[in-house]
């Protein structure tokens, strides 16, 4: 049932761009993205929901594909700060508390 | 300030000696949940807890123990830790927003080593 990312890891030159996957075997009532800095906690970045928006933060913006139980995460002109583990965390019914994350995908920024 | 709080942030304990990581937080959130993090598996859910007195497995509950007493605390129970429950152990809580999603806020971690 854990949501599979894509890429393991990336590396990027600041100004660069990428994009992270995440895919489900089930459907999906929601996904969360959220960055972890080495050491510290997980924070909290977006919540997609079915049917729902894109949702944007600062220059990071998130799609959800209902149909193909996807979501993918959209780092345009990567900054130095975006360097962390990204992992999804998928809902399958709801209003539940329960999360099952990704395994986590390394984004290191190069100047 | 808005936060989860976890103690102890280290430590060190012998196999069998039973131990309690305590969560709590300021927000009035009614979810709660604790998460095991090792290296290459990413964040499993242990427990979490709808609201006082009602909790539920997550994917990996073996060996562990919660309760939902009060509102704001959600301690985490390894009765006879063993070594494979060493780990880095998060406490998070959440609120339903809008359309019955949440954010989870996360404390800020204990890491436990169990020998």
């Known amino acids: 049932q854990q949501p599979v990312q894509s890429p393991q890891a990336v590396i990027l030159r600041e100004g660069e761009d990428a994009v992270i996957n995440c895919s489900s075997s089930?459907?999906?009532?929601?996904v969360h993205w959220y960055r972890q800095k080495h050491g510290e906690a997980p924070v909290f970045l977006m919540i997609?929901?079915?049917?729902?928006e894109q949702m944007r933060h600062e220059k990071i913006s998130a799609s959800f594909n209902e149909k193909k139980q996807q979501s993918s995460l959209y780092l345009t002109a990567s900054q130095l700060s975006y360097s962390g583990t990204y992992f999804c965390?998928?809902?399958?019914?709801?209003?539940?508390?329960?999360?099952?994350f990704g395994q986590g995908t390394t984004l290191q920024v190069k100047p | 300030e808005a936060q989860v709080t976890q103690n102890p942030r280290y430590l060190i304990t012998v196999t069998g000696k039973k131990l309690t990581v305590t969560c709590s937080q300021n927000?009035?959130?009614?979810?709660m949940s604790w998460y095991r993090q090792d290296p290459g598996l990413g964040l499993r859910q242990i427990y979490y807890?709808?609201?006082?007195?009602?909790?539920d497995k997550g994917d990996v509950p073996e060996g562990y123990k919660v309760s939902r007493k009060e509102k704001r605390n959600f301690p985490l129970i390894l009765e006879s830790p063993s070594p494979n429950q060493t780990s880095l152990y998060f406490c998070?809580?959440?609120?339903?927003?809008?359309?019955?999603?949440?954010?989870?806020?996360f404390g800020p971690g204990t890491r436990l080593t169990v020998t």
């Open positions: 998070a809580s959440s609120f339903r927003t809008g359309r019955s999603s949440y954010e989870q806020y």
């Open positions: 927000m009035n959130h009614e979810y």
């Open positions: 997609l929901l079915k049917g729902g």
């Open positions: 965390g998928t809902d399958f019914r709801g209003n539940t508390g329960k999360l099952i």
């Open positions: 089930k459907a999906l009532y929601s």
């Open positions: 807890s709808m609201n006082v007195e009602v909790t």
